[in-house]
């Protein structure tokens, strides 16, 4: 059999690909940007991102109605950036990623559900007392956190911040960690830093 | 033509006087830290293209943790963040359009030195609400590269005119400016306290995350490399021998002043001369330390990589000298009208251009002139602390109360202002006069609430009433009774009450004569000047406060029938 040879357009076209992809890495250059703070679409984006890829993970792949019982307490997201977040902002991305559609619709075909870790719990019961009961049934199984760390490079007039936002889900029992995924996206900003 | 001299003229001058209100540099230093948030509420200005938007801010932040209340500056120094993490803000507004119109206006974001400060406050208001995350991102932001224009042929540091000479020397008129973008070398910054404030960060963090332990021995011997002084700090809290950093302010800050031809440059004059006095820590039952200072503002503020160069490009931009020139030769040798108003255009606009040649002096007046950093370790509640700057214009501050870190919290960072004043205050003893949310400990009339004639700031809840009524006071009342008295005085309870939509009102507390209930931070200078010391008697507006103020007043003891 006669091997095939890769036209020449298409092999340039392979070669460019890596470079494309970069290019397009969400939050590219932006001529206008003057900020690489965290803004608003950046958590919804990742949000969404992330609960799409646990629905579609092993972790869950296998698991149908009759699966035993899973119980994940979520936590509030940390950081290790460059930028303020707020504990609102921080409960913001944890809520959006176990409230979207996607995390929605796996409770009943998973046997997985998601609630408020201790802390808030108990927090809630001190503001509330009609709500001093909530939660007894808890028994979480799996707990879920969130770490997003970042990478300041900043060059003349330039400065570009690498974020990375790693979720993991831990099972309780013995500390296994089933299930971690992370999201990375960048922004950069024209002009000097200080003048 | 008259009024389009005086419209030139007005329009120059409008843009001359700017930054904090006059008097409110007096206030901080006074610790009328109240009175000085008022004044500068009343005149902050709202447009965020003002020039002044961000200095009010800043200067309001750093008022607020002053008097103790970090949630109340939170949203000013966010502001604050935002703007400085901002890039290019002046980008493409040169001088000369910030001198002729209202587009291009310069945007003040302060001195580099200015704005690693008020990272550093940002951070320390992080720190004190143990948002250690947030605080190490504040410290990190405040460690930014510094341009070195290097050392002069006298061996000390450039000054700004050495490098302005070198600008011409080395470019002339053409590559002036090319000389201030490029002429100097990247540098590591040198500020200490900024290092040393991302290590306290880091360490709290590693309680969860031991890597950052790490990270905070990296800053810390960066911190020490700087500032030796530092040492003993950094290794007590690696060591876990200290668990609580007081981060102490004293002095008033250099004075930004002009100076040059036409002033059209400008530098930073100390107000309080430098030295190494240092901080005296006395913690009752546990001894005594003492303490250098970590961060001098004056030094930083003198040396060209802590400055912008702002005023050595408008200098450069200005051509008042040949307009002036060229003005008054057309004007006298002149006969006609039209040659005396295009003479005297020119003349007037040489004039405007020379007098917005001047340097800007804007600049943050309430920077302190030094910043100590004390790590000492607090065993139990109840203790008090007392700071002392020996020497003549130093001061002893005694607050009556300091506990050590709460919950789970591994390090507790307090921010004390010392008043900068020849006398020193009657609230700087320590002795409790008002009983307050922030400590269990009893005064003499506090039965009853202040606005009833008692001595009493708590906040009426259940065991506020629950002390009142073990006393024989208020017996009739529930704690929801309490409240609606106060509501009718109208008096807002923090944190009870929902804040104002203008988080930039900073209301008295009731004790100066303002509408406000709330108890700063116990280890703070606002909580010693309203808790330390005898307020005039609450004047009662509404009936029923009236009402039950008389009762009370007429109330036998409790012994007697």
């Known amino acids: 059999m006669t091997p095939r040879t890769t036209p020449r357009g298409v092999s340039a076209l392979a070669r460019a690909l890596p470079l494309v992809f970069f290019a397009l890495l969400p939050g590219a250059c932006n001529r206008e940007s003057k900020s690489t703070r965290l803004a608003a679409d950046d958590f919804s984006v990742m949000s969404s991102e992330m609960a799409a890829r646990l629905r579609a993970s092993y972790f869950l792949a296998h698991r149908g109605p009759g ?41 009943q075909e998973k046997n997985i559900r998601f609630v408020i870790p201790a802390e808030r719990l108990a927090s809630l019961r001190r503001r509330v007392p009609e709500a001093s009961e909530a939660g007894a049934e808890r028994r979480p199984t799996h707990a879920m956190t969130a770490l997003i760390r970042s990478v300041t490079r900043s060059a003349g007039r330039d400065r570009t911040d690498l974020y990375s936002c790693e979720f993991r889900i831990t099972q309780l029992s013995d500390g296994e960690q089933v299930w971690s995924d992370r999201f990375e996206f960048k922004r950069t900003a024209f002009g000097r830093a200080y003048n | 033509m008259r009024r389009t001299a005086t419209l030139l003229l007005g329009f120059v001058l409008a843009g001359c006087r700017s930054g904090p209100p006059s008097g409110f540099a007096e206030l901080v230093d006074d610790g009328q830290y109240g009175r000085a948030r008022a004044l500068l509420a009343d005149n902050m200005t709202a447009r965020t293209r003002d020039r002044d938007y961000l200095l009010d801010r800043m200067c309001l932040g750093v008022v607020e943790l002053a008097d103790g209340r970090p949630a109340a500056a939170e949203p000013v120094l966010t502001e604050v963040f935002d703007v400085l993490r901002t890039q290019g803000i002046n980008d493409d507004r040169t001088v000369r359009a910030a001198v002729f119109g209202e587009r291009g206006v310069i ?17 320390v208001q992080k720190a004190m609400q143990s948002e250690w995350d947030n605080a190490r991102a504040a410290a990190n932001a405040s460690l930014f590269l510094l341009q070195d224009f290097g050392d002069n042929e006298r061996g000390g540091r450039k000054t700004t005119e050495d490098i302005a000479e070198e600008a011409y020397r080395r470019g002339g008129e053409a590559g002036y400016e090319d000389y201030l973008d490029h002429g100097y070398t990247p540098r590591e910054t040198d500020f200490a306290l900024g290092y040393f404030m991302a290590g306290v960060a880091n360490l709290a963090l590693a309680r969860v995350d031991p890597d950052r332990r790490n990270e905070a021995s990296d800053h810390f011997r960066r911190a020490v490399q700087l500032r030796p002084p530092l040492e003993p700090l950094a290794q007590d809290l690696l060591e876990n021998r200290t668990n609580t ?3 102490v302010d004293f ?49 930083m503020a003198a040396d060209h990589m802590w400055n912008n160069f702002e005023d050595v490009r408008r200098a450069k931009s200005a051509i008042g000298d040949a307009l002036l020139i060229s003005g008054a030769v057309v004007a006298a040798s002149s006969d006609s009208d039209t040659g005396n108003i295009i003479g005297l255009s ?17 600049h943050c007046e309430i920077m302190p002139q030094r910043i100590y950093v004390a790590a000492i370790n607090v065993p ?3 203790a008090r602390l007392t700071l002392t700057v020996p020497g003549p214009g130093g001061i002893t501050l005694s607050l009556p109360e300091i506990d050590p870190p709460t919950g789970r919290e591994p390090l507790a960072v307090h921010y004390i202002r010392l008043p900068c004043r020849q006398d020193t205050p009657a609230w700087a003893s320590g002795q409790l006069a008002y009983a307050n949310d922030a400590t269990n400990q009893r005064v003499p009339g506090d039965d009853m609430p202040f606005i009833l004639g008692g001595t009493c700031v708590r906040t009426p809840d259940p065991e506020t009433m629950r002390r009142y009524h073990e006393s024989g006071c208020l017996r009739d009342m529930t704690a929801g009774d309490l409240r609606n008295v106060y509501h009718a005085e109208r008096i807002t309870i923090e944190p009870l009450d929902p804040a104002p939509g203008d988080t930039h009102r900073s209301d008295l507390h009731i ?51």
């Open chain 2, 245 to 247: 950093v007081l981060i």
């Open chain 2, 511 to 561: 004790f100066e004569g303002g509408n406000v209930l709330y108890t700063p931070r116990k280890c703070s200078t606002g909580y010693a000047r309203l808790f330390c010391v005898p307020h005039a008697p609450y004047r009662p507006r509404s009936r029923e406060a009236a009402s039950l103020a008389r009762s009370s007043s007429e109330r036998p003891p409790e012994n007697e029938p």
């Open chain 2, 251 to 299: 002095g008033r800050g250099p004075e930004k002043v002009r100076y040059g031809p036409d002033g059209a440059l400008a530098r930073f004059e100390p107000h309080v001369a430098s030295d190494d006095r240092p901080l005296e820590v006395t913690l009752e039952g546990a001894g005594r330390g003492t303490f250098g200072w970590a961060c001098d503002v004056n030094a």
């Open chain 2, 107 to 123: 945007y003040w974001k302060g001195e580099p030195f200015e704005q690693a400060l008020a990272f550093h406050y940002i951070a």
């Open chain 2, 346 to 362: 020119l003349l007037l606009g040489g004039l405007v251009a020379k007098l917005s040649a001047r340097a800007d002096v804007r």
């Open chain 2, 380 to 382: 139990a509640p109840g």
């Open chain 1, 67 to 107: 699966s035993p019982p899973i119980t994940v307490a979520v936590s509030k997201v940390d950081h290790l950036t460059t930028d303020l977040i707020s504990d609102g902002e921080k409960w913001y991305l944890m809520d959006s990623v176990v409230s979207s559609e996607a995390m929605r619709a796996m409770e």
